[in-house]
């Protein structure tokens, strides 16, 4: 038992989702038309996609980042570097993985550099990428697969409703490095020893590589295309994995998966009572951007996304708030919580400061985004 609320207690997101589903199963009794409303798709997506991110990691696919980044003497070339490595990436791989990818890199990089002291603000502003840079694809963050799914729009039309909010973020990343290091933009970074040594050790496993980089490309046109075959496609990645790798299995981050499926639940029980259903339909149509960044507040944007897909008509406008959601605080967005739990793994003593530091500048680079996306929600919608 104690072993049961030491975990729960580690996995917060997760028990919120455990009890939120259980008190709504009282709101609405389960029966079978709650089962159909559960998005499977997405479940089975998501479990295809973590799973073969995580033979990624294993595989050390994004290990040449680090020899890159060697050859880099400047430091505000390196931030550069970094931030928008996870910016670029966090489109493909989705904003958590990405983070936990450059993260620990960074804090090798700026700690093999004696350059500590940046370590906090470069790590907040990668958050910041991270958030910004994922919301451009369908696949890039956990509530744009969802969404996308069920928005119905083509991945062009998608990627145009969002390209205003990326370029521009894109920008004010880039003017928030240079404010950075202002007094010294030429400041040098001296290596001490072989960075790659603090590294994981080099896979020479080409063959498993080149199985997860195929295994990607046929989940991403999964997504893509909407197939109704997706089933089948996961049987193949199942399959796949149970023939090449099936320790990944083990790995695969099922916390998150259950957390969504709790979610689900809570979002089919409430939609099912008429009463705050119909509250919720006045409430939370035509308000869906606000709704978003609050709702998300409390219980982290992906949630948020499933609670309150049901009761809105401007899909576009609840994507641009729960997208937003994660600049305000720490539980605004799983990716944060991820890059809060990786820096007091090696830095304990500092998970006060790591919070000061994230919300100074996170905040700031909110206060900017907030009203222009406010008013992109009201133009362009769907």
């Known amino acids: 038992?104690?072993?049961?609320?030491?975990?729960?207690?580690?996995?917060?997101?997760?028990?919120?989702?455990?009890?939120?589903?259980?008190?709504?199963l009282f709101i609405s009794p389960p029966n079978a038309?709650?089962?159909?409303?559960?998005?499977w798709r997405t479940l089975v997506t998501l479990f295809m996609m973590l799973t073969v991110l995580e033979g990624f990691k294993k595989e050390n696919i994004f290990r040449p980042i680090l020899k890159v980044?060697?050859?880099?003497?400047?430091?505000?070339?390196?931030?550069?570097?970094?931030?928008?490595g996870v910016f670029f990436s966090s489109m493909f791989v989705t904003n958590d993985v990405s983070l936990i990818i450059?993260?620990?890199?960074?804090?090798?990089?700026?700690?093999s550099g004696g350059k500590e002291k940046y370590i906090l603000p470069v790590i907040t502003m990668e958050n910041i990428a991270a958030i910004r840079g994922s919301l451009l694809l369908p696949f890039g963050s956990p509530q744009n697969l969802f969404l996308y799914g069920k928005s119905g729009v083509s991945a062009g039309l998608f990627i145009l409703h969002m390209s205003p909010l990326w370029v521009s973020s894109a920008i004010l990343l880039s003017i928030f490095i240079?404010?950075?290091?202002?007094?010294?933009t030429k400041e040098k970074i001296e290596w001490q020893g072989n960075v790659t040594e603090?590294?994981?050790p080099k896979r020479k496993r080409k063959r498993q590589r080149l199985v997860y980089l195929c295994l990607f490309v046929m989940i991403l046109l999964t997504i893509l295309t909407r197939t109704q075959y997706y089933l089948g496609v996961a049987a193949v990645v199942l399959c796949t994995v149970l023939v090449f790798d099936r320790q990944i299995l083990i790995k695969t981050d099922y916390v998150l998966i259950l957390t969504f499926f709790c979610f689900f639940v809570f979002s089919s029980s409430i939609a099912a009572n008429g009463q705050i259903s119909s509250f919720l339909t006045s409430s939370v149509g035509n308000r869906e951007y606000v709704w978003g960044i609050?709702?998300?507040?409390?219980?982290?944007?992906?949630?948020?996304?499933?609670?309150l897909y049901p009761f809105t008509k401007n899909l576009a406008a609840l994507l641009y708030g729960v997208d937003t959601a994660g600049l305000c605080s720490l539980i605004g967005s799983l990716a944060s919580v991820i890059n809060y739990r990786i820096y007091v793994?090696?830095?304990p003593k500092n998970g006060m400061k790591f919070i000061k530091t994230f919300t100074l500048i996170s905040l700031a680079f909110f206060i900017i985004v907030a009203v222009p996306g406010f008013l992109i929600s009201k133009y362009w919608t769907f």
């Open 1 to 24: 038992m104690k072993k049961v609320i030491d975990f729960l207690k580690k996995e917060l997101m997760l028990t919120v989702a455990v009890l939120a589903a259980a008190v709504s």
């Open 33 to 39: 038309d709650l089962l159909k409303s559960i998005d």
């Open 69 to 84: 980044a060697e050859k880099i003497g400047g430091i505000v070339g390196l931030s550069f570097f970094l931030v928008f």
């Open 102 to 111: 450059f993260v620990p890199l960074t804090i090798i990089l700026f700690r």
């Open 178 to 184: 240079l404010v950075l290091y202002r007094k010294n």
């Open 198 to 200: 603090a590294w994981n």
């Open 294 to 307: 609050l709702l998300s507040q409390l219980i982290s944007n992906v949630p948020a996304s499933i609670v």
């Open 345 to 347: 793994r090696e830095y």
